[in-house]
């Protein structure tokens, strides 16, 4: 028996500004495979649902597995235009061919349909009127350009 596949509903989308990369080098330890990096989140903009701003001082730690292959760790903060403020942790997996991924990491565009980049958000809010927030689960879908990330996050239904 299969159960219904279970729809997505359009939250938002956010465009998220990024300083230059901080290579760490390669990274050794139990839960450590790969190479180091970490992207500094400078602002950014939210729209849909939920109207605001990426706020400066977030970042994306990074850990490059191979030369295809990324698995990402977003932190930062929104700022509503209430006022209101929701923290996001954003999990996401990159990957694409060596030439891609070589072409994003020296800051030259490439076409969001080649870069297989899928999210899974998660957030903490401290108003009642967010709490819904906290009780769904989400997905999203991003692409990279040179100086800012687009993400279109979904409510799964």
Same mark, same amino acid.
């Given at each position: 028996m299969s159960l219904p596949a279970p729809a997505?509903?359009?939250i938002f989308d956010l465009t998220v500004y990024v300083a230059a990369p901080i290579?760490?080098?390669? @990274?050794n330890g139990l839960n450590s495979r790969g190479k180091r990096r970490i992207i500094p989140i400078t602002g950014g903009? @939210?729209? /849909?649902?939920?109207? /605001?701003?990426v706020l400066p001082g977030g970042a994306d730690f990074q850990i490059v597995v191979s030369e295809t292959t990324a698995d990402l760790d977003a932190r930062y903060m929104i700022e509503l235009d209430n006022g209101e403020?929701?923290?996001v942790q954003n999990r996401a997996l990159r990957r694409g061919s060596a030439t891609d991924?070589?072409?994003l990491v020296r800051g030259e565009p490439v076409s #969001?349909?080649?870069?297989?980049?899928?999210? @899974?958000p998660t957030f903490e809010v401290s108003s009642p009127d967010l709490e819904w927030l906290t009780q769904s689960i989400f997905v999203?879908? /991003?692409?990279?350009f #040179?100086?800012? @990330?687009?993400?279109s996050i979904y409510r799964v239904a």
């Open positions: 997505l509903q359009h290579e760490a080098g390669n @990274v903009t @939210v729209t /849909g649902h939920v109207q /605001g701003k403020h929701i923290f991924i070589a072409k #969001p349909e080649a870069i297989y980049f899928r999210c @899974v999203g879908t /991003g692409a990279r #040179p100086d800012n @990330v687009q993400l």
